[in-house]
C-alpha cells in the first residue's frame, strides 16, 4: 500500500508543481485565517523535499499532494460512494454523530504523524489544523482533546491530540476545553490486535467538566478502529453532551485501498 501512495503523492506533487503551486483560497468558516497561525513561523525548508518552504513546514507542492480523502461515509470517515453512510456504519452506528478526517492515513502523512507524536515534530500541528479547519462546515461549541494518561503525558512532555485542538480551537474561534480525564492507564493500542483495542480502552475515560447540552468535537490525531474514540465519545454522552463528532488528522484505510 505504501508505494502506490508513494506514487500517487509523487504524481500529485509533479501536477501541484506544474500548476504553479499553493492556491491562496481562504474557507469562509473560519473566523481567523489559518495562515495566520503560522505567521510567526521562522522560514525553513520543506521537510518532505527540501525546498525552500517560506513560513511553512512544507512547502507548496508537497502541501498539495497530501493524500486526501475524498468523499467519505460521514459516520467513519472511510471512503464511500458520493459521501453516503456506508454499509457498516448502517448496521451499527458508532457512538458519535460525524467523523472528519482531513487525510488518508498514507504515505507520506504517515511519516509526518508518526514524527509528530514520537518526536516532538511539533510544528506541524498549524498545518494539520488548518486543513481539519478548511473541512469543518458547522463549527461545534467545544473542543475537546482525548487526552494521554498521565504517566504517558509525563513521558511524551506532550499530548498530540492537544497540540492539533489548540491551533484548531483559535482557528474556528471555539473554546478547547480539558472536558476528559484519562482514569486508567492503557497498554499501547498500536501493539495490541485490532480485536482487543476496544476491551482495552473501554471505560478508561470520564468527563471531568461540565458538557450537558454542549455540542463538542473531540480531537485525535489518527482514526484506525475508532476504540479510544469510541470510549471518549461514550464518556461526553454519559455526561450529558448534546453531540459528539470526532475529528482527526488523518483516517486509516482498510488494507485494499
Ligand atoms: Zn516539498
Ligand atoms: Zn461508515
Redesign the pocket.
Known amino acids: 500500500m505504501s508505494n502506490v501512495w508513494r506514487e500517487k503523492f509523487d504524481n500529485w506533487r509533479r501536477l501541484a508543481v506544474a500548476a504553479g503551486g499553493w492556491s491562496a483560497a481562504t474557507p469562509a468558516t473560519t473566523r481567523v485565517s489559518p495562515r495566520a497561525l503560522l505567521h510567526d513561523a521562522l522560514p525553513q525548508r520543506c521537510a518532505l523535499c527540501s525546498a525552500p518552504a517560506g513560513r511553512r513546514p512544507l512547502c507548496a507542492a508537497c502541501e498539495r499532494a497530501l493524500p486526501r480523502l475524498g468523499p467519505a461515509?460521514p459516520?467513519?470517515a472511510?471512503p464511500?460512494i458520493e459521501g453516503e453512510?456506508?454499509a457498516?456504519?448502517l448496521r451499527r452506528p458508532p457512538p458519535w454523530t460525524n467523523a472528519l478526517a482531513a487525510f488518508a492515513y498514507a504515505y507520506p502523512l504517515d511519516r509526518l504523524l508518526h514524527a509528530f507524536k514520537y518526536r516532538a515534530t511539533l510544528a506541524y500541528a498549524p498545518l494539520f489544523a488548518e486543513a481539519l479547519a478548511e473541512q469543518v462546515q458547522v463549527p461545534p461549541q467545544m473542543l475537546a482533546a482525548v487526552p494521554l494518561s498521565p504517566r504517558r503525558q509525563r513521558e511524551r512532555g506532550y499530548n498530540q491530540a492537544q497540540e492539533i485542538a489548540r491551533p484548531l480551537a483559535r482557528c474556528l474561534g471555539v473554546p478547547l476545553h480539558p472536558v476528559l480525564s484519562r482514569t486508567r492507564d492503557t497498554p499501547a493500542l498500536a501493539a495490541l490486535p485490532w480485536r482487543q483495542r476496544g476491551i482495552s480502552v473501554r471505560g478508561a475515560f470520564t468527563a471531568v467538566a461540565p458538557v450537558r447540552g454542549v455540542r463538542v468535537a473531540l480531537v485525535d490525531d489518527v482514526l484506525t478502529t475508532g476504540a479510544t474514540l469510541r470510549a471518549a465519545t461514550l464518556a461526553l454522552l454519559a455526561a450529558g453532551a448534546a453531540r459528539v463528532d470526532v475529528w482527526v488528522v488523518a483516517r486509516t484505510l482498510p488494507p485494499s485501498s
Open positions: 461515509c459516520h467513519c472511510l464511500s453512510p456506508c457498516e456504519c
